[in-house]
């Protein structure tokens, strides 16, 4: 099982940035979807969450700013980024509940 995060870069504050998580065949269909960010010098932090059945939760911090989705036919998660921080900086990871192994995170840095 592989979770593959992408789409990150440097963007300037009140850009918007689309992250993809990329996954082995239907895990996203019997649980639940992750975005986690971790900031330089921080523990890594859950930032949204969906269900296979579509339910979100978001971090009080990115409400109004992100959205999650998912798209099982393909095997792809998303996470859409809209006015962003500085303090959005961070490497970005994908995972599932249950948990399983890490994969490869994606940098946003947010600065002008």
């Known amino acids: 099982v592989q979770l593959q995060a992408s789409g990150g870069g440097l963007v300037q504050p009140g850009g918007s940035l689309r992250l993809t998580c990329a996954a082995s065949?239907?895990?996203?269909?019997?649980?639940?979807m992750v975005w986690y960010r971790q900031a330089p010098g921080k523990q890594r932090e859950m930032v949204a969450l969906?269900?296979?059945?579509?339910?979100?939760q978001l971090v009080d911090s990115v409400k109004g700013r992100f959205s999650i989705s998912l798209n099982n036919a393909n095997d792809r998660a998303y996470l859409q980024m809209n006015n962003l921080k500085p303090e959005d900086t961070g490497v970005y990871y994908c995972?599932?509940?249950?948990?399983?192994?890490w994969g490869q995170g994606t940098l946003v840095t947010v600065s002008s």
């Open positions: 995972n599932t509940i249950p948990q399983r192994a």
């Open positions: 969906i269900s296979s059945l579509g339910s979100t």
């Open positions: 065949s239907g895990i996203f269909n019997n649980g639940i």
